[in-house]
Antibody, heavy 121, light 108 residues
Framework: QVQLVESGGGVVQPGRSLRLSCAAS????????FHWVRQAPGKGLEWVAL????????YYADSVKGRFIISRDNSKNTLYLQMNSLRHEDAGVYYC??????????????WGRGTLVTVSS | SYVLTQPPSVSVAPGQTARMTCGGD??????VHWYQQRPGQAPVLVVY???DRPSGIPERFSGSNSGNTATLTISSVEAGDEADYYC???????????FGGGTKLTVL
């Protein structure tokens, strides 16, 4: 059974950094691409970043490019999101999300339950 | 950047058909995915590749995509279908995934 468990959220001051993790289990981690998707309180879904199965290809939303880094450790079955220079508008629930089909970057078939990031002084 | 436009809300009586649109420039040339998000829960894929259903999703859910509009249709709507629905595409021009703003489906 596919499991994605995010951690690392919390309260952080503007301008500071935070690293989110997503521990994966129940499938062959290194064959799947992953997204980070966020949702501000009461708002819609916003795509944040994508990393390919081998980690060589990464894409970022304009709103986070240059501040956030998506990475993965295939030996640990773990996905990461390093968030630097955090802003108030970065606050929300961050979801780890796995694509449906290995070797592709198509639709998202599995989602974690999310971790909450609050940016406040 | 590519923009997807969804109506903020759709209301329908139980047993009727709900149609939720997702507008975008020549969206018919892109592949559209749809997600359902119930309050307090993570999203769930309900339609992928314009019109295919993942296993476990009822046949009442269907999708279409042509021209400048993609549509998610839910027939014989039930109270449990009340949720927010989001469309999503890959914009190859910008190498960005894009979500629509979401439509809140209310079952009267």
């Amino acid at each position: 059974q596919v499991q994605l468990v995010e951690s690392g959220g919390g309260v952080v001051q503007p301008g500071r950094s935070l690293r989110l993790s997503c521990a994966a289990s129940g499938f062959t981690f290194y064959t799947f691409a992953f997204h980070w998707v966020r949702q501000a309180p009461g708002k819609g879904l916003e795509w944040v970043a994508l990393i390919s199965d081998d980690g060589t290809t990464r894409y970022y939303a304009d709103s986070v490019k240059g501040r956030f880094i998506i990475s993965r450790d295939n030996s640990k079955n773990t996905l990461y999101l390093q968030m630097n220079s955090l802003r108030h508008e970065d606050a929300g629930v961050y979801y780890c999300a796995r694509v449906s089909v290995p070797g592709t970057v198509g639709d998202i078939g599995s989602w974690g339950r999310g971790t909450l990031v609050t940016v406040s002084s | 950047s590519y923009v997807l436009t969804q109506p903020p809300s759709v209301s329908v009586a139980p047993g009727q058909t709900a149609r939720m649109t997702c507008g975008g420039d020549n969206i018919g040339t892109k592949t559209v995915h749809w997600y359902q998000q119930r309050p307090g829960q993570a999203p769930v894929l309900v339609v992928y590749d314009d019109s295919d259903r993942p296993s476990g999703i009822p046949e009442r859910f269907s999708g279409s995509n042509s021209g400048n509009t993609a549509t998610l249709t839910i027939s014989s709507v039930e109270a449990g279908d009340e949720a927010d629905y989001y469309c999503q595409v890959w914009d190859s021009t910008s190498d960005h995934w894009v979500f629509g703003g979401g439509t809140k489906l209310t079952v009267l």
